[in-house]
Nanobody
Framework: QVQLTESGGGLVQAGGSLRLSCAISGRAFSVSNMGWFRQTPGTEREFVAAINWRGSTTYYSDSVKGRFTISRDNTKDTAYLQMSGLKPEDTAVYYC?????????????????????WGQGTQVTVSS
């Protein structure tokens, strides 16, 4: 059974940093495309960042480009989202997602529908 477990959320002041982690078990992480999404109450889940299975290509939403960095460590079966320059509008529940169809890398990784597997979410709150 595939499990994705996020950690690293919390409360931070505007301008601060957090690093989210997403650990995968139950399936070969090395062939997974990974994504991070976020959601606030009453809104749809929003794309944040994605990385292909090789770690060679990354994608970012315009709202986080230059502030967030997605990465992966295949030796630890873990993906990361380093968030810097946090703003109050970054407050949300952050979800990691995985798709083990490695050949489906590309702009499609920005779509939540691309990912069959999701973590439980971790709250990030940025105070002004």
């Amino acid at each position: 059974q595939v499990q994705l477990t996020e950690s690293g959320g919390g409360l931070v002041q505007a301008g601060g940093s957090l690093r989210l982690s997403c650990a995968i078990s139950g399936r070969a992480f090395s062939v997974s495309n990974m994504g991070w999404f976020r959601q606030t109450p009453g809104t749809e889940r929003e794309f944040v960042a994605a990385i292909n299975w090789r770690g060679s290509t990354t994608y970012y939403s315009d709202s986080v480009k230059g502030r967030f960095t997605i990465s992966r460590d295949n030796t630890k079966d873990t993906a990361y989202l380093q968030m810097s320059g946090l703003k109050p509008e970054d407050t949300a529940v952050y979800y990691c997602a995985a798709d083990f169809r490695a050949w489906r890398e590309g702009e499609n990784l920005k779509q939540s529908s691309e990912y069959p597997y999701w973590g439980q979410g971790t709250q990030v709150t940025v105070s002004s």
